[in-house]
């Protein structure tokens, strides 16, 4: 006999999944930034801060003219690291001080707007968090467009702005990267803190990861090397200062030799000795969660090691975003 109560209950379950999921045209994106709102605001209107992070890490921006009021343009140009130019004039529709921005993006002189973007900017104890909303034409404009910004890392703007804001409150050099994944909160936590999952994911790319000690809680520490297929062996440890489950986790990192004896990078010598890494879980849906990693050199210093670290941010994307990738694939693969 069917159980129609469990038929009708699953039913209700795929169709709320269903509509959950539904497509949209809108591309919307959060961010919380360790700063006031006034100075994220600052960064986001006067030409001089607003370069030193818009676009795409590897980008540099050139602002030719800027009419910061309702009705007023933005007329500047991106360069890209290949020697590519994207002039672009930003219209601005609505600008409420502190609090929100309308305007259209991506037009110039031989193109039409791509989209409209409307801002929201809310402070809460010191912190500025900002909601952003991108309007296009279409549902299949905002599929490509997601696509578009995923190659590009296009997101990583935001990412930049929050290294600025750092550097500017606090003096500090900090790499900071943010991703979304459509899997819950607690199994996201699982995958940060679970050796079996870690290592599917974490290692770069073309290397695989084995646990050697694994004691993932506050004041432990995991010892591990990763090998690739053309015989190269890395050693490496954790020491795990914080896990406040299922939102946070924090621990540093150093490379070791085979008897965990702390050593130095083994393709970057002047590359700062202790990591310090900051995970950051944040539910953006019963089935979405957004992973903010930042990561600074620990301890004392020397100017060049710290060079070394801000020279690489582009790298470091690179290395995170081809885990991140693979922890897509993983949790995909679990879910399927």
Known sequence: MVNFNNFNSFFYTILIKKVMQKKTNEIKLTRVYNAPVKLVWEAWTDPEQTAEFWG??????TTHSKDFRTG????????????????NITQYLEIE?????????????????????????????????????MALPSVEAAEETRKFIKKASGDATWDRLAEYLEKRISGKE?????????????????????PKHF??????????MNFIRSDIKPGGSSFYYMTNDGGAKMYGRANYLEITPPLRIVYTQQFCDES?????????????????????????????????VTWEPSGKITPEELNTFIQARGGMTQGWTGSFDKLEAYLAKLNS
């Open 56 to 61: 795409p890490r590897g980008f540099t921006l």
């Open 97 to 133: 001080k502190y609090t929100r921005l309308v305007y259209d993006h991506g037009g110039n002189e031989h193109q039409p707007p791509m989209f409209r973007v409307t801002v929201l900017f809310t402070e809460s104890n010191g912190q500025t968090k900002m909601d952003m909303t």
């Open 72 to 87: 007023g343009n933005w007329n500047y140009t991106m360069h890209g690291p290949d020697g590519v130019d994207y002039p």
């Open 199 to 208: 290592s599917e994911w974490l290692p770069p790319t073309g290397f695989k």
């Open 174 to 194: 900090k790499f900071v990267i943010n991703r979304s994944f459509n899997t819950p909160l607690k199994l996201m936590f699982q995958m940060w803190t679970d």
């Open 260 to 292: 965990e004896k702390v050593t130095r990078h083994p393709m970057a010598a002047t590359w700062p000795e202790t990591m310090l890494t900051t995970v950051i879980l944040t539910e953006e849906g019963s089935e979405q969660t957004r992973v903010t």
